[in-house]
């Protein structure tokens, strides 16, 4: 560290996305012992994984997983707002990476060829001003080596935010909101469709409908957490 950004961390110093506590060297974004609170899944090493059984009616569905388990009041949650709602755009590349580490190490993503973001409206991309599983997709992409495609897919229809509806409602809220709008570009291809959060897989699903239109194309999904 130059003594200017030394300087520079006294006076403002970066504090931990989750707990607000102040980042020692070598910490980034989130502190060692919310990282060590997060709780991993180890679904990406696992057929037949609780995601996976979620998503089962999917066409051409290859693998399911989700990193993290969220739960109301954990580490998880705190991530996921940051992320979502706290413009840390920086965080969600590195949550992309810790990603891309888990399904590298699970070797079942290894063929991926393209990864997909699930598509934000342009009005709420307007509002927010980025879509936080594009930067998860980019994270992951650094490790696998593999580019993101963003224009594949669109969300057509605005709708309500999927946290505010329950049951049948988030199917409702999310059904043909999602349009194949540039096949040729995921044709023949091994698909990662990448979101932050799945709940019901409402969202996920309508958008994999959408993809599955595309000839010759397998999908994969990797959420970075699954709520419970």
């Not at 990282?35 to 057929?47: E, G, N, Q, R």
């Not at 037949?48 to 009041?73: I, Q």
């Not at 699930?118 to 599983?133: A, C, E, K």
Request: proline share 3%.
């Amino acid at each position: 560290m130059s003594p200017f950004a030394a300087i520079l961390q006294v006076l403002f110093p970066t504090t931990c996305a989750c707990c607000g506590e102040v980042l020692v060297h070598g910490e980034r974004q989130v502190c060692l012992n919310c990282l060590c609170d997060m709780a991993a899944t180890a679904f990406s090493s696992m057929d037949d994984n609780p995601v996976e059984r979620k998503l089962a009616g999917l066409r051409r569905l290859r693998h399911a997983t989700a990193v993290y388990l969220f739960r109301k009041g954990s580490t998880v949650r705190e991530v996921v707002h940051a992320m979502k709602f706290r413009g840390n755009t920086e965080l969600c590349l590195m949550m992309g990476r810790q990603m891309g580490l888990d399904l590298l190490a699970s070797g079942r993503f290894d063929d991926v060829d393209v990864l997909v973001p699930v598509p934000l409206h342009w009005l709420r991309r307007l509002w927010r001003g980025y879509n936080q599983s594009e930067l998860l997709c980019r994270g992951i992409g650094e490790v696998l080596k593999a580019p993101v495609c963003t224009d594949a897919v669109m969300r057509h229809r605005y709708t309500r935010q999927q946290s505010l509806q329950q049951g049948q409602q988030r199917t409702d809220n999310v059904a043909d909101a999602f349009r194949l709008r540039k096949a040729s570009k995921i044709e023949g291809k091994h698909v990662l469709l990448v979101d932050d959060v799945i709940t019901t897989g409402a969202t996920l699903s309508a958008c994999a409908n959408a993809i599955a239109e595309a000839d010759g194309v397998s999908i994969s999904v990797a959420a970075f957490s699954m709520a419970l």
